[in-house]
């Protein structure tokens, strides 16, 4: 099993699915390119995004894996299927659709974490004040500031690579994955509060994926995994066995 974490997040964001799936898989939580411990880029679409997934599987000589991905993780694990579908096995989506998006949802959240990477604040207490100009949700500064790291100079810099972020979000990464349709089993899992996942969504993803199923989780919004880990854990061992 590959999980595979959203934007602005790390291998972390899913540590809960990890521990649930630890004794009948073998786990492998990583980081995207430009997040995390991963190596930066300028170039940052989902085909390239995907081709790092199965660059992965080579190294680790995994001709085949099951794939997991929330939001951002989800287009890229659709994107392997769609380019590689030999290599797929059972495909699960949390919360995203195979659409386009508009590209102002992460508006205040890209220019706060720019912010940061050129300010490099002092302490988090002062990164908090500075990403607060720009993000409201004290949950979702809470979640963004899991990306700072103290550097060797006792300022902390973040463990993203905005330039190449920002440099592709509005053109390629609100953009749907293409390709030929995978007729591999394939489980879609909503949030009831989330708009991620809309009804107008359900004849795209049933052309990509014709033999999609569809779960959802009632009063949870865009992290689902994280705000019913039980339920969200144990629909995931449902659809793998």
Known sequence: MILMHGMFGSLSNLGLVTRALADSHSVIAVDLRNHGDSPHST??????????????????????????????GGKVAMQVALNYPERVNKLI????????????????????????????????KEADR??????????????????L??????????????????????????????????????????????AYIQDKHRSEVVRLFPNAQFKMIANTGHWLHAEKPETFNKIVRTFLN
Request: negative net charge; aromatic residues 6%.
């Open 130 to 147: 500075l990403l607060a100009d720009h993000v409201n949700e004290t949950s979702v500064r809470a979640f963004l500031l899991k990306n």
């Open 149 to 194: 790291v103290r550097a060797e100079d006792g300022r902390f810099d973040l463990r993203l690579n905005m330039e190449g972020i920002v440099a592709n979000y509005f053109d390629t990464l609100t953009l749907a994955p293409t390709g030929e349709p995978f007729s591999g089993p394939v489980l879609f899992i909503k949030g009831e509060n989330s």
């Open 43 to 72: 170039s940052m679409d989902y085909p390239c995004l995907a081709d790092d997934i199965v660059e992965l599987m080579d190294d680790l000589n995994l001709d085949q894996a099951d794939l997991l991905g929330h939001s951002m």
């Open 93 to 124: 989506i949390a919360d995203i659709a195979p659409v386009d998006y508009k590209p102002d949802r992460h508006g205040g959240v890209l220019e706060g974490l720019s912010l940061l990477a050129t300010t490099r604040p002092n302490s988090r």
